[in-house]
């Protein structure tokens, strides 16, 4: 006949257990907070980062990117963070270089490639910064749905360049084409290894982003292309692209190699543009199966460009845009941040008009796809 003792016994033995295996599922569920990835970005935010003209990328402007407080506790917004730039201002002096072959400076050199990877992996801003902000978040046990991305853009081996410089001993020359594939490969594999370097918890590699904005056919752009994807796919990074309205051969994103391009409606920028430019963007992202970018800058503070703002916003509602698509987001230089800091009424009600949308996305991720 078993004792009470004996029964006691037992039962402490099932409470350690349930104990442990409660134990075991919290820091499954934990694990999962920390580690889920989402099938590709929801919102992917534009981050210009590199010159000195630039907002400083701090984990102080950037914790604005990546949620905000309210009554109902921590909310979650841009998942993905694209760093960027196309021309340098260095030490507050204009440096008439360029990494995209649109602007009509002179073009980057390899150290000039060298110093934008220096200025991209800088301690304590970029990638390192929503590192940051993310790691003091998960200390307070608050984790994002899934964990938040970090993609590259490749600085642009301009067709013709015949000064960029040595790889191997070897001088490249940008009108061959397979010195600007083994130039932007360099680049890629020099990316890789600062990422690593890095040891991120919080953040994956979201993979390459395509800095020019057109695809010339006069420049065997495609044949280039062709050659960065196959690199790319050998070494499993998705590659992305975010093409003006009307850039040559935009139509074909997928056969130039892309995972996703998300289309530029270019109507912010002109207060005179009309409404038929962003209609149009969109029917033809529609046509041709591209995202959409949401566009915008400090200028939203003049009731002209805010009532362009809003119109990016309906526009985009009203082919559901919002529910199922991942979406870009140009702000300028960091009109974002500016938004969230500012103490303006009506710029606050904008940042809380967008911000509500994009958090409503991250909550309903698992239904946006790349498909109209």
């Known amino acids: 006949m078993r004792t009470r003792a004996f ?14 295996s409660n134990s075991e599922i919290i820091h499954q569920q934990i694990s999962h907070k920390t580690s889920a990835s989402s099938p590709e ?9 590199g010159g000195a003209q630039r907002v400083k990328w701090t984990s102080h ?11 109902n506790g921590t909310q979650w917004l841009y998942d993905g963070f694209l760093f960027l730039e196309f021309k340098a201002d260095i030490n507050g002096q204009q440096v008439d270089f360029e990494y995209d072959g649109l602007r009509g400076g002179r073009a980057a050199i390899q150290s000039d490639w060298i110093w934008l990877l220096d200025r991209t992996f800088a301690k304590g801003e970029g990638p390192h910064a929503v590192e940051s902000v993310l790691d003091s978040l998960a200390k307070k046990k608050k984790y994002p749905p899934f964990k938040r991305k970090a993609v590259f853009a490749l600085p642009t081996p301009i067709f013709g360049q015949k000064n960029w410089g040595r790889l191997n001993g070897e001088e490249l020359h940008f009108e061959h084409v397979k010195d600007r594939a083994k130039a932007v490969i360099w680049y890629v594999d020099r990316v890789m290894e600062q990422w690593k370097k890095g040891k991120y918890k919080h953040l994956d590699f ?3 982003y395509w800095t020019h904005e057109a695809v010339l056919d006069k420049h065997a752009d495609r044949e280039l292309l062709r050659l ?3 690199y790319l796919t050998k070494i499993n990074q998705p590659f992305s692209w975010i093409p003006y309205y009307g850039a040559e051969n935009s139509p074909y994103w997928r056969d130039l190699g892309f995972d996703i391009a998300y289309q530029q409606p270019n109507y912010f920028f002109e207060e005179k543009t009309p409404m038929e430019i962003l209609t149009g963007a969109i029917r033809f992202a529609q046509d041709n199966k ?3 970018e949401m566009e915008y800058d400090d ?36 009109a974002w941040y500016h938004m969230a800091v500012s103490k303006s009424p009506e710029l606050q009600k904008m940042s809380k008009f967008l911000g509500d949308i994009i958090v409503k ?12």
């Open 7 to 20: 029964y006691v016994a037992v039962l402490g033995v099932i409470c350690l257990f349930m104990l442990k």
């Open 41 to 49: 970005i929801v919102d992917l935010a534009l981050i210009y980062h």
């Open 61 to 71: 402007s950037l914790k604005h990117y990546i949620y905000r407080e309210t009554g």
């Open 206 to 208: 979201g993979g390459f």
């Open 228 to 230: 960065v994807k196959e």
């Open 290 to 292: 591209l995202s959409l």
């Open 299 to 334: 200028r939203i503070d003049q009731p002209a460009f805010a009532k362009k703002f809003y119109a990016y916003i309906e526009k985009f509602d009203e082919v559901k845009a919002w529910d199922r698509l991942p979406i870009a987001y140009y702000d300028g230089d960091g």
């Open 361 to 372: 996305r991250q909550l309903n991720y698992k239904n946006i796809t790349n498909r109209w």
